[in-house]
């Protein structure tokens, strides 16, 4: 039996969002209209636009909304916008201005808008996690690893591809979390883990892996950003835990995974 996959982020954000278990997780996701980026800039002023098919980050984009002067008491200081892409940023002194650019990168595709999450940093660049959960010998959902990606310079996404680097989420969380602080985050990721695999299972029975892009507040509040249902498994061969990538190439063996190269 072949490994299912789901390219849109919109479709698998519905059927998460339908179990109130994961609700909290989901960061406020919507399609992308000028109307809701209006709305969603009010309410969060930091938000991600993301083309609804990809991989590897391509496409996405970024935009804050900010005052140069916010305590100023003569006058109301204007708001301005700042639209991010790859290493690239243009500040725009309104969201008029900044429309025709999205429309020339979105070149008519859909694509979604995504509260931003402020990211908990690493020597002063942004992490996140990916979280990686596989169909076990017993055909259960299990969460088998964990890594940490560290944003390259000035970058707005994480992943490899787009120069980010691997950690291991020890060496992430040192400076934030003791022993027993991690030990509970993680817990939470792998119940989570497998909570979103039963899930996402109920409308695509031939799921076999996913990989869920995790985001850590100031808080310590994981957020689910995407999942992805065809993860790059190399990754994890870097820990220095070798028995995890045993395990978790044990089991991509087991359901027919190894082999293929095609990864996101």
């Known amino acids: 039996m072949s490994i299912q996959r789901v390219s849109s982020k919109w479709e698998k954000t519905k059927v998460l969002s339908r179990n109130s278990r994961l609700n909290s997780y989901i960061p406020d996701t919507r399609p992308f209209s000028a109307e809701q980026l209006q709305l969603m800039l009010e309410q969060y002023n930091t938000v991600f636009i993301k083309p609804d098919r990809g991989t590897y980050g391509i496409g996405v984009m970024s935009i804050e909304r900010y005052q140069d002067n916010p305590s100023s008491t003569d006058t109301d200081s204007p708001w301005l916008y700042k639209l991010r892409y790859g290493i ?10 900044m429309h025709e650019i999205l429309a020339e990168r979105m ?12 990211l908990l940093t690493y020597e002063s660049r942004k992490f996140d996690l990916r979280v990686l959960v596989q169909k076990n ?18 970058k707005i996404i994480t992943n490899h591809h787009s120069g980010g ?18 030990a509970a985050l993680i817990h939470e990721l792998r119940v989570l883990g497998a909570k979103v695999g039963y899930q996402l299972e109920r409308k695509y029975p031939g799921l076999k892996e996913i990989g869920l892009d995790i985001a850590v507040d100031g808080e310590f509040r994981p957020w689910l950003l995407e999942v992805n249902t065809l993860p790059a498994l190399f990754p994890f061969k870097r820990l220095s835990d070798k028995t995890i990538y045993q395990k978790i190439r044990k089991y991509a063996q087991a359901y027919g995974r190894l082999g293929k190269k095609k990864t996101s």
Do not use: C, H, M
């Open 107 to 118: 070149n008519g595709k859909f694509y979604v808008i995504q509260r931003g999450i402020a």
């Open 165 to 182: 680097q691997i950690r291991p989420i020890e060496e992430l969380f040192k400076a934030y979390l003791d022993a027993k602080g991690l």
């Open 137 to 154: 010998l017993k055909g259960a959902w299990e969460t088998t690893g964990f890594i940490g990606r560290v944003a390259g310079p000035q």
């Open 88 to 97: 690239e940023s243009r500040v725009f002194g309104s969201l008029g201005e």
